[in-house]
């Protein structure tokens, strides 16, 4: 359970800062992947769904901290969104030509390595 809380309290800190940064800074954080935002809709877009969606996906993580019975729901949800994040970026990578393309690379790893702690610490939970 231990585990569990922790990988949660992580995700929550990674995806409500990300979230907020996207929110607040949508042009710079957008430029970082190589994006260009050149209309306002563009950067709205940006706000709500890299911005809203990951500072949603943190407060669930929160609730379920503060409801044991949301545990297993919340690294079920992590296991599968970081899996097909994932994947996704593989093929983007694959059809993109990305050996070249270090953010893509460091993204990968990170959704790798987060699904992969996911799904231990829920593993860890069946067990109990």
């Given at each position: 359970m231990r585990l569990a809380r922790v990988i949660l309290v992580v995700?929550?800190?990674a995806l409500g800062g990300l979230g907020l940064a996207y929110f607040i800074r949508p042009h710079e954080m957008a430029?970082?992947?190589?994006m260009l935002l050149l209309a306002p809709a563009a950067a709205t877009?940006?706000?709500?769904?890299?911005?809203?969606?990951?500072?949603g996906l943190a407060a669930y993580l929160?609730?379920?901290?503060?409801?044991?019975?949301l545990i297993r729901?919340?690294?079920?949800?992590?296991?599968?969104?970081?899996s097909a994040l994932a994947l996704a970026r593989i093929g983007g990578l694959w059809l993109d030509g990305g050996a070249q393309q270090t953010f893509n690379l460091a993204a990968l790893l990170l959704e790798v390595v987060s699904?992969?702690?996911?799904?231990?610490?829920l593993r860890g939970l069946n067990r109990l």
């Open positions: 995700q929550i800190l430029n970082l992947s190589g877009d940006v706000r709500a769904y890299y911005g809203g969606l990951q500072l929160l609730l379920a901290l503060a409801r044991l019975e729901g919340a690294l079920t949800l992590l296991v599968l969104l970081y699904a992969g702690l996911a799904f231990w610490a």
